[in-house]
């Protein structure tokens, strides 16, 4: 009782003290797309589970789907490479029958987790300013890994595998440019 009296204590602080994102401000667009987005993408709309089940049912190292993806004459930036091989590194493959599952759902994206944008974005505004918790930081995996070792932190319902997704996402594409983060959202 007392970390939901808690949770809802930060929440009412952050929303009063202005921290939390504007009413008008409801989109992450103007961040580095993540992995997920980035798998769609390349594999295109509508997304097709034949060409999503290799690449989902695939186990490789980072390094492993970088080459993977070099082959593919993607036009992606390397940036934006090194955030898919990282992605896909954590998360492929996926649950076993998840894709299947979403397939006759009829979306088989639905299959995959979700990615460091995703998480970043659904996780830091509670407690603090999205700005000044993650969009500045200039940190490798492990330092972004050792966040979650402070005690608001460690409270986060996040799974390890979100937590390495959401460090190796961040490693990649923080810290951004001031100028490239809305006003409404800074600081």
Request: hydrophobic residues 45%; aromatic residues 8%.
């Amino acid at each position: 009782m007392n970390r939901i009296r808690n949770l809802a204590l930060a929440v009412a602080c952050a929303w009063l003290s202005g921290m939390l994102p504007a009413h008008g401000q409801e989109t992450s667009d103007f961040m580095p797309k993540g992995g997920k987005t980035l798998l769609i993408e390349m594999l295109g709309q509508p997304l097709d589970a034949a060409a999503l089940r290799p690449i989902a049912t695939a186990r490789r190292n980072e390094e492993e789907w970088l080459a993977f993806l070099a082959d593919r004459k993607t036009s992606m930036s390397a940036r934006e490479l090194r955030t898919l091989a990282g992605y896909l590194a954590v998360n492929m493959p996926v649950a076993g029958g998840a894709l299947d599952s979403a397939q006759e759902k009829g979306d088989p994206g639905a299959a995959l987790p979700a990615d460091g944008r995703e998480l970043a974005w659904n996780n830091c505004q509670f407690c603090h300013s999205l700005f000044a918790s993650h969009l500045t930081q200039d940190r490798d995996v492990s330092g972004w890994l050792g966040m979650f070792g402070s005690p608001f932190h460690r409270e986060l319902q996040m799974s390890e595998r979100e937590r390495e997704t959401f460090a190796r996402y961040s490693a990649v594409n923080m810290p951004m440019k001031l100028e490239d983060v809305p006003a409404d959202l800074r600081f």
